[in-house]
T-cell receptor, first 110, second 113 residues
Framework: QKEVEQNSGPLSVPEGAIASLNCTYS??????FFWYRQYSGKSPELIMF????GDKEDGRFTAQLNKASQYVSLLIRDSQPSDSATYLC??????????FGGGTRLMVKP | NAGVTQTPKFQVLKTGQSMTLQCAQD?????MYWYRQDPGMGLRLIYY???????DKGEVPNGYNVSRLNKREFSLRLESAAPSQTSVYFC????????????FGDGTRLSIL
C-alpha cells in the first residue's frame, strides 16, 4: 500500500527561524513530489514541486528530495506568522495519482 | 479566472438523503478528481476522471458515484448519505501527466445527521 508519512506536529518555531518539514514515502516508483499549504478552513494551495534529487529554491522556500532515502522536505527560511498553516506533502506514483500525507501543522510564534 | 468552482459550499443532510456536489473548472484540464478530507487524515481520493468520458475509483469510493458531464464538469453524488460521510469534499483538476500540480476548489463542508 502506498503511504506518505508526515509528523502531524504542531511544529512550533519562532518568527525569523527556519522551519523544516519532513515527509517520507513508501513507493519507490514515485516520480513527482508536491508541497501544499492549507490554512484552516481553506483549500490546499501549491507551494512547490520537485522532480529531481537535490534542492529546489523559490524565495523563502526550499524543497529537498532524496529518492534513495525516499525522503522529501520543505524548508521555510525567515518564518513569518503568516506561514502558520498545515503543510501537506503529496507524491505521484503509478497511474499518475497523488497520495497525500496527513499534513504537518506549523505554528510560527511572533 | 475562477479556476475550480464547487457548489454548494456548505450542506447539512439527514441520514438517507441524497445529494450531488457540483464541480466545474475553466482551465481546460483533462483530469478531474474528488477528495474527502477528515481531521488528521490528509486528503483521500474518492473518484477521478482522467479524461472526458472516463471515471475510475480511488481509495475510498464506497457510497459515492460520479459523472463526468463534459470536459469542464465533474459531479459527485451521495445516493443515501450516512454520518460516516460527514467530511470536507474537495474537487481538483490537472493536466493528466502526473508531473503537474492539481488545482483545488474551495471545498464543500458536508454534515450528515
Amino acid at each position: 500500500q502506498k503511504e506518505v508519512e508526515q509528523n502531524s506536529g504542531p511544529l512550533s518555531v519562532p518568527e525569523g527561524a527556519i522551519a523544516s518539514l519532513n515527509c517520507t514515502y513508501s513507493d519507490r516508483g514515485s516520480q513527482s513530489f508536491f508541497w501544499y499549504r492549507q490554512y484552516s478552513g481553506k483549500s490546499p494551495e501549491l507551494i512547490m514541486f520537485i522532480y529531481s534529487n537535490g534542492d529546489k529554491e523559490d524565495g523563502r522556500f526550499t524543497a529537498q528530495l532524496n529518492k534513495a532515502s525516499q525522503y522529501v522536505s520543505l524548508l521555510i527560511r525567515d518564518s513569518q506568522p503568516s506561514d502558520s498553516a498545515t503543510y501537506l506533502c503529496a507524491v505521484t506514483g503509478a497511474g499518475n495519482m497523488l497520495t497525500f500525507g496527513g499534513g504537518t501543522r506549523l505554528m510560527v510564534k511572533p | 479566472n475562477a479556476g475550480v468552482t464547487q457548489t454548494p459550499k456548505f450542506q447539512v443532510l439527514k441520514t438517507g438523503q441524497s445529494m450531488t456536489l457540483q464541480c466545474a473548472q475553466d482551465m481546460n484540464h483533462n483530469s478531474m478528481y474528488w477528495y474527502r478530507q477528515d481531521p488528521g487524515m490528509g486528503l483521500r481520493l474518492i473518484y477521478y476522471s482522467a479524461s472526458e468520458g472516463t471515471t475510475d475509483k480511488g481509495e475510498v469510493p464506497n457510497g459515492y458515484n460520479v459523472s463526468r458531464l463534459n470536459k469542464r464538469e465533474f459531479s459527485l453524488r451521495l445516493e443515501s448519505a450516512a454520518p460516516s460521510q460527514t467530511s470536507v469534499y474537495f474537487c481538483a483538476s490537472s493536466v493528466p501527466d502526473g508531473t503537474r500540480p492539481q488545482h483545488f476548489g474551495d471545498g464543500t463542508r458536508l454534515s450528515i445527521l
